[in-house]
């Protein structure tokens, strides 16, 4: 079956939501939304607990900007008391302008170093959590952490002719290594007649991430089209990127990031990437 029916059926069964922003990395969004509450929601409640729209981001690392969107995120627990807890996550990038005839190769390059890039990306993650003083509640925003996610994602391509495939299906597995700095001093923020409370607010966190990521594509043709040499030289199917990233809350909804996505691959630039991002506060979840 062609890719363009594939996707057609992927939309369906994700009920149609795409209506997408997108660019770099909305690491944000696990971060957000990962809160012991909704852990322990998922745990009790027999379907998991779900949300659509959690988080939105945009950026520039030369090419034609996008907006990504957590459009789907459902929270379950495989064990008992909201042990073991995963999430399944949709999201969907969309360009905001249409990209040159000149800037067609970096514009699948972005999505292909991006963790959350591509048209679609599904996938299933699980996070752990260290060195947060040994209060749970403030372990979302405090501390080191931990995050394994793998699934597919679905790279569209720009000058899309009639009767062509325009997708390049990818399989991706990442791992990522989080630190999260509380700028606001903790005996204050906890105090009642302060105005931040960090166990409930992003505000002033400074975060601190290296992920890796390990992709293969699922179907060459297209990724051929594009990253072929002029001497015939297929492209390398089986790529590693890894993304250092530094990330900084200027609100509990809005952080500013910045960050490199580095390869030792000739066909595949590296890119300093800048990000803003608008995600779900923690303190209403």
């Known amino acids: 079956m062609k890719l363009k029916y594939v996707l057609v059926m992927l939309a369906i069964g994700a009920g149609s939501v795409n209506v997408s922003l997108a660019q770099y990395d909305p690491d944000y969004i696990a971060d957000k939304d990962s809160t012991n509450e909704e852990e322990t929601a998922a745990a009790k409640a027999p379907g998991g607990g779900s949300n659509f729209f959690s988080g939105f981001s945009s950026g520039y690392s030369g090419s034609a900007p996008k907006v990504t969107a957590q459009s789907y995120k459902l929270g379950f627990s495989l064990g008992k008391d909201g042990a073991n807890y995963w999430e399944l996550n949709l ?3 969309v360009p905001t302008v249409s990209p040159s005839a000149t800037d067609t190769v970096e514009y699948v390059s972005n999505d292909l170093r991006k963790q959350f890039g591509g048209l679609a990306n599904f996938s299933l993650s699980k996070t752990a959590y260290f060195g947060y003083g040994g209060d ?16 597919v994602k679905l790279v569209d391509t720009p000058n899309r002719k009639a009767g062509t495939d325009f997708l390049i299906p990818v399989f991706q597995s990442t791992f990522d290594v989080r630190y999260l700095i509380p700028l606001i001093n903790a005996r204050k923020a906890t105090d009642e007649r302060s105005r931040v409370d960090i166990k409930k607010s992003m505000v002033g966190n400074l975060s601190f991430r290296v992920s890796g990521s390990y992709m293969s594509i699922i179907n060459t043709t297209t990724y051929d089209l594009y990253y072929a040499t002029k001497q015939g030289i297929l492209p390398n199917p089986n790529l590693l990127v890894v993304t250092p990233e530094m990330r900084f809350y200027v609100t ?5 990031g910045v960050g490199y996505s580095y390869n030792n691959y000739d066909f595949l630039s590296n890119a300093v990437f800048f990000s803003i991002s608008y995600g779900t506060p923690k303190s209403s979840n």
């Open 91 to 93: 999201f969907n990038s």
């Open 136 to 151: 749970r509640s403030v372990r979302d925003v405090k501390g080191f952490q931990t995050d394994f996610r793998f699934g």
């Open 252 to 256: 509990n909804q809005i952080d500013f």
